[in-house]
């Protein structure tokens, strides 16, 4: 059985579930800095499930580690990367790693999709999709997503392979005060 290798990049918080739920039928890398978190991670998986305990702020040794899971496993066929502003070179690194992937970028809340994408060098064989994060309205108040339905948006997203997904609403978008109670 010829298994397909994904990448997860911070997948042992909040898409811990999501790195658990794709290591039942995939090979997955995930990255993490937490050696604790992902060793709790990795043991539901044991088998098909793969920890780099790496910051991936750290350039040189991200390179080298995402250089030994694709010589160990393989090229990553999907790359799930929630890589946090101000990371440097990361998400490039990850790019520059996953030469044929279809890479699923996950953004936060207050980022601009549009300019995350255009400073990325992407090759013709990667597909790049974004899920943006973003808020939820209940009544008067506001909340951040849970880490279910962060969860459920990648996997919805990924099923449908949507270039641009955003999960709830951004901040921009809903005019909180027009509301009439």
């Not at 990667?126 to 209940?138: A, M, N, P, S």
């Not at 279910?148 to 948006?153: A, F, L, T």
Request: some cysteine.
């Amino acid at each position: 059985m010829n298994r397909k290798h994904v990448l997860i990049v911070g997948g042992t918080g909040m898409l811990a579930e999501l790195t658990s739920c794709l290591a039942i039928e995939q090979d997955v890398t995930v990255i993490g800095r937490d050696k604790e978190k992902t060793a709790s991670i990795v043991q539901r998986n044991p088998e098909t499930c793969h920890p780099l305990i790496v910051d991936y702020r750290e350039e040189e040794v991200l390179s080298n580690a995402l250089q030994r899971a694709v010589k160990q496993r393989g090229p990553f066929d999907r790359v799930i990367a929630w890589v946090h502003r101000g990371s440097g070179r990361a998400m490039q690194l990850i790019l520059d790693h996953s030469e044929t992937s279809e890479v699923i970028h996950i953004l936060g809340s207050r980022a601009n999709p549009e300019y995350e994408k255009r400073w990325l060098c992407l090759n013709e064989q990667q597909t790049y999709r974004q899920v943006q994060l973003g808020e939820i309205h209940e009544m008067a108040s506001v909340r951040w997503l849970t880490h279910d339905e962060i969860v459920e948006g990648v996997l919805d997203a990924m099923q449908n392979q949507d270039d641009y997904r955003l999960i709830g609403t951004r901040k921009d978008d809903v005019n909180v005060h027009s509301r009439n109670d």
